[in-house]
């Protein structure tokens, strides 16, 4: 099945900076999403973004599906960021809807 | 936007009996679900393709037998953990789409399962 990798795997910001998370793919997908999981285990959804640029606030996504990477851009962050972020695709080939390894971020006041 | 329920939230159970998970949506028809577990510190896994009207399809490595699958309406699966033992104790998550491109995939809440 295809490979998701996320990077870094764990990030520690100060309140205020800006980060970028990258998903990397190993195959045609015709669907992404970025998920930010939340203490309590509820993953919320981010972006659907199979393709393109999409913002919304302080975070915005980009995904190249052409070179099989996706970005998370999350400016001036706060502490109430902090979890884990997660990007999911689906293969061209099938309906399965895999998960990557996940960035866990810290903001820290 | 599309709402998926997941029911209970949270359950404790003795080692040896079955436990059944309820993933509904709410406001949709979903011909496809699917259904994760995960470990602490660690990704979803994709364990199985929950099919309206037929048989799920299992991920590589999931026993069907010990994790069944029924997805008996357009609103409606569940999974059922059988005879549970400690290690199945775990955090297990639905999912549901609700038109074929554009909205993606919504989760439910989650259920953590604590086998005793």
């Known amino acids: 099945g295809i490979q998701v990798e996320q990077s870094p795997p764990d990030l520690i910001l100060q309140e205020g900076a800006n980060s970028t998370l990258r998903c990397n793919f190993s195959?045609?997908?015709?669907?992404l999403q970025w998920f930010h999981q939340n203490p309590w285990g509820q993953l919320i959804n981010l972006f659907y973004i199979p393709s393109g640029t999409k913002q919304n606030g302080r975070l915005s996504a980009t995904t190249v599906a052409t070179e099989r990477y996706s970005l998370l851009y999350i400016s001036s962050s706060q502490t109430t960021d902090s979890g884990v972020y997660f990007c999911?695709?689906?293969?061209?080939?099938?309906?399965?809807?895999?998960f990557g390894t996940g960035t866990s971020l810290t903001v820290i006041p | 936007g599309a709402v998926v329920s997941q029911h209970p939230s949270r359950v404790i159970c003795k080692s040896g009996t079955s436990v059944k998970i309820e993933c509904r949506s709410l406001?949709?028809?979903?011909?496809?679900m699917f259904w994760y577990r995960q470990f602490p510190k660690k990704s979803l896994m994709l364990m199985a393709t929950s099919n309206e009207g037929s048989k799920a399809t299992y991920e590589q490595g999931v026993e069907k037998d010990k994790f069944l699958i029924n997805h008996a309406s357009l609103t409606l699966s569940t999974l059922t953990v059988t005879s549970a033992h400690p290690e199945d104790s775990s955090f297990y998550i639905c999912?549901?789409?609700?038109?074929?491109?554009?909205?993606?995939?919504?989760f439910g809440s989650g259920t953590r399962l604590t086998v005793v």
């Open positions: 195959d045609s997908v015709n669907n």
């Open positions: 999912s549901a789409r609700e038109g074929e491109e554009s909205y993606g995939y919504t």
């Open positions: 999911a695709v689906e293969e061209d080939t099938g309906n399965q809807f895999y």
């Open positions: 406001d949709f028809q979903a011909t496809t």
